[in-house]
């Protein structure tokens, strides 16, 4: 089983800048690709962005290339989505998730989840 943390959510300005932080532990060497999404109230899970484990490739939703950005840290398990030029659009839940043999933005091939962490964007 691999358990997820996320960390790092909080309150921010639209044009400002958070970065949030998914610890990964237990199994990990199953996990082939780590994704963020992000849940408004209301509305439906939607996928943000992935990185492959293993060589560090990223995809991105178009509605955040360009703003956000994923990267990881093998060596601490960590997963990092640094978000720039925020919106208020941006204000959910986000999720960060661990899959095994795939990459890509169906949230249903996510076998493990995080607890979840808020962002508000102000206007």
């Known amino acids: 089983q691999v358990q997820l943390v996320e960390s790092g959510g909080g309150l921010v300005q639209a044009g400002g800048s958070l970065r949030l932080s998914c610890a990964a532990s237990?199994?990990?060497?199953?996990?082939?690709?780590m994704g963020w999404f992000r849940q408004a109230p209301g509305k439906e899970r939607e996928f943000v962005g992935v990185?492959?484990?293993?060589?560090?490739?990223?995809y991105y939703a178009d509605s955040v290339k360009g703003r956000f950005t994923i990267s990881r840290d093998n060596a601490r398990n960590t997963v990092y989505l640094q978000m720039s030029n925020l919106k208020p659009e941006d204000t959910a839940v986000y999720y960060c998730?661990?899959?095994?043999?795939?990459?890509?933005?169906?949230?249903?091939?996510?076998?493990?989840w995080g607890q979840g962490t808020q962002v508000t964007v102000s206007s």
């Open positions: 998730a661990a899959a095994q043999g795939y990459f890509g933005g169906d949230y249903s091939r996510y076998t493990n």
């Open positions: 237990g199994r990990t060497f199953s996990i082939y690709s």
């Open positions: 990185i492959r484990w293993g060589d560090g490739s990223t």
